[in-house]
């Protein structure tokens, strides 16, 4: 059986817990908002998690199990298969008719019931289970619950003495959604504020227009490339992870109309000749207006960085408008490129990268202090005088197998403030790479509409 962490994850792409503004029944504001009746659609996944609930029980203390209504029926339902131990259903109300039963099933008093509930809050719908179970002359001893919002429910019911068992806290889950880079900072502190007991702001920040960043920002590269983006109405940064000349230049062409600029990464080109490959793709970008981005990812001290980038074969320094490197170098090493747009290596999209909350911060200092970073590779959002540009973006959200993690358009203009996004196979592996750029380009731009709207 998988790790509890890789089941919940699973579970979480069904839309279980959503993040945002939410009015709860009590009426309290609350940034999160969690709802496990979609887990009832998936049966492998129902069945994983009445085992794992079955595995932290002690399933000899039972002889009856029941779901508190509605959400936990299905649950209840695939324990009791699973366990072998009768189930009971209680129904929110009595019946107007017939017995008026408000207990169905078989059993008689004195008998143990565990009772199934999916999340618990207050503990209010609980305590008005365990009175009406009881009142038929059964007992309840434990509760199993699947997620504990910690707001107080299952300590009450500690007190009055009944045992509740919990397979997941809110705060475990997202520590788990912030480690995978789902959460932002600010969602994280404001549901850390809320669980505090702390009053908490849903006032959101919009997106920041193109046309007020270029105000702020004086570098040259980037005011090009903020000033395409507005011509073309296009945010697209297209990642050419080919490994023939002729395949980079036929994918320039085909692009160029649509995007604002290219990602290349030049040492993978097998036949690469300075003449053939470099001036000629400088020729199509002039053609097309869009910037060259040199992937390359530097990141040694800074005399090596230096002649990386202009030494060599590549010759980095002669046609690259922008390059990318790790900040680890420190603020000096960050000093080796000359005039070119440097976009600083803040966090990847990668599962399981090193770019934790710590490391960001560090890495800021050293970004902040340098006069040519123009922006940032990042998953989360930055401050307003860089750019944003943000990788792993894809229409659809399922990852590789080798570690890819995929945003959609909606999600990073929404909650990161990206600027500009970087697309690689959903454009490069498409039947017609031409219409697949083109679809990026609009949902690119819609999305950052929407977000500054």
């Given at each position: 059986?998988?790790?509890?962490?890789a089941f919940?994850l699973?579970a979480?792409?069904?839309?279980?817990?959503?993040?945002?503004?939410?009015?709860?029944?009590?009426?309290?504001e609350?940034?999160?908002y969690?709802?496990?009746?979609p887990?009832?659609?998936?049966p492998?996944i129902?069945k994983?998690?009445?085992?794992?609930?079955?595995?932290?029980?002690?399933l000899d203390?039972?002889?009856?199990?029941?779901?508190?209504?509605y959400?936990?029926?299905?649950?209840?339902t695939a324990m009791?298969?699973?366990?072998?131990i009768?189930?009971?259903?209680?129904?929110?109300?009595?019946?107007?008719?017939?017995?008026k039963?408000?207990?169905?099933?078989l059993f008689?008093?004195g008998?143990?019931?565990l009772?199934?509930e999916?999340?618990?809050t207050?503990?209010?719908?609980?305590?008005?289970?365990?009175y009406e179970?009881?009142?038929?002359g059964?007992?309840?001893?434990?509760?199993?619950?699947v997620?504990?919002?910690?707001?107080?429910g299952?300590e009450?019911?500690?007190e009055?003495g009944?045992?509740?068992?919990?397979?997941f806290t809110?705060?475990?889950?997202?520590?788990?959604?912030?480690?995978?880079?789902?959460?932002t900072?600010?969602?994280?502190?404001?549901?850390?504020?809320?669980?505090?007991?702390?009053s908490i702001t849903f006032?959101?920040k919009?997106?920041?227009?193109?046309?007020e960043?270029?105000?702020?920002?004086?570098?040259?590269?980037?005011?090009?490339?903020l000033e395409?983006?507005?011509q073309?109405?296009?945010n697209?940064?297209?990642?050419?992870?080919?490994?023939?000349?002729?395949e980079?230049l036929?994918?320039?062409?085909?692009?160029?109309?649509h995007?604002?600029?290219?990602?290349?990464?030049?040492?993978?080109?097998?036949?690469?000749d300075?003449?053939?490959?470099?001036?000629?793709?400088?020729?199509?970008?002039?053609?097309?207006?869009?910037?060259?981005?040199?992937?390359r990812?530097?990141?040694?001290i800074?005399?090596?960085?230096?002649?990386q980038?202009?030494?060599g074969?590549?010759?980095?320094?002669?046609?690259?408008?922008?390059?990318t490197a790790?900040?680890?170098?420190g603020?000096q090493?960050?000093?080796?490129?000359?005039?070119?747009?440097?976009?600083?290596?803040l966090?990847m999209?990668?599962k399981?990268?090193l770019?934790?909350a710590?490391?960001r911060?560090?890495?800021?200092?050293?970004i902040?202090?340098?006069p040519?970073?123009?922006g940032?590779?990042a998953?989360?959002q930055?401050?307003?005088d860089?750019?944003?540009?943000t990788?792993?973006?894809h229409l659809?959200?399922?990852d590789?197998d080798?570690?890819?993690?995929?945003?959609?358009?909606?999600?990073v203009?929404?909650?990161?403030?990206?600027d500009?996004?970087?697309?690689?196979?959903?454009?490069?592996?498409a039947?017609?790479i031409?219409?697949?750029?083109l679809t990026?380009?609009?949902?690119?731009?819609?999305?950052?509409e929407?977000?500054?709207?």
């Amino acid at each position: 059986m998988k790790t509890k962490r890789a089941f919940f994850l699973e579970a979480y792409k069904l839309g279980i817990i959503k993040f945002g503004k939410f009015t709860l029944k009590s009426g309290i504001e609350s940034p999160f908002y969690v709802d496990l009746r979609p887990l009832a659609s998936d049966p492998k996944i129902l069945k994983q998690l009445s085992n794992y609930l079955l595995e932290i029980l002690p399933l000899d203390n039972f002889d009856l199990i029941c779901g508190v209504p509605y959400a936990a029926l299905p649950m209840a339902t695939a324990m009791s298969l699973e366990s072998y131990i009768p189930l009971i259903l209680k129904r929110k109300e009595a019946k107007t008719y017939g017995t008026k039963k408000l207990i169905e099933g078989l059993f008689h008093k004195g008998q143990n019931c565990l009772l199934v509930e999916d999340v618990i809050t207050s503990g209010k719908s609980l305590l008005e289970t365990i009175y009406e179970v009881e009142n038929e002359g059964l007992k309840v001893s434990d509760i199993i619950v699947v997620l504990d919002r910690q707001q107080g429910g299952r300590e009450k019911l500690q007190e009055k003495g009944y045992q509740v068992h919990t397979l997941f806290t809110i705060s475990e889950i997202v520590k788990i959604l912030q480690e995978e880079q789902q959460l932002t900072e600010d969602e994280v502190e404001r549901i850390h504020d809320f669980l505090g007991g702390h009053s908490i702001t849903f006032e959101e920040k919009k997106k920041t227009r193109y046309e007020e960043k270029l105000k702020n920002i004086d570098h040259p590269v980037a005011t090009r490339l903020l000033e395409i983006a507005l011509q073309k109405k296009s945010n697209l940064i297209a990642s050419a992870d080919v490994t023939t000349t002729q395949e980079l230049l036929n994918l320039a062409e085909t692009l160029g109309p649509h995007i604002a600029g290219l990602k290349t990464h030049i040492d993978i080109i097998r036949d690469f000749d300075y003449q053939q490959t470099i001036l000629r793709l400088k020729d199509i970008a002039e053609k097309h207006d869009f910037l060259l981005m040199e992937d390359r990812k530097f990141g040694d001290i800074g005399n090596t960085q230096e002649l990386q980038f202009s030494q060599g074969m590549y010759k980095i320094s002669n046609w690259a408008d922008m390059v990318t490197a790790h900040a680890i170098g420190g603020t000096q090493a960050l000093q080796s490129f000359a005039q070119t747009g440097i976009i600083a290596i803040l966090g990847m999209s990668s599962k399981s990268n090193l770019t934790d909350a710590h490391y960001r911060e560090e890495a800021m200092k050293i970004i902040t202090n340098n006069p040519n970073v123009i922006g940032c590779v990042a998953q989360n959002q930055i401050q307003d005088d860089l750019l944003l540009f943000t990788p792993g973006v894809h229409l659809t959200t399922a990852d590789d197998d080798k570690g890819q993690q995929y945003r959609t358009p909606e999600y990073v203009f929404k909650k990161l403030h990206t600027d500009f996004i970087i697309v690689g196979r959903g454009i490069y592996k498409a039947e017609n790479i031409e219409q697949a750029a083109l679809t990026y380009k609009i949902k690119g731009w819609e999305a950052y509409e929407n977000a500054i709207s």
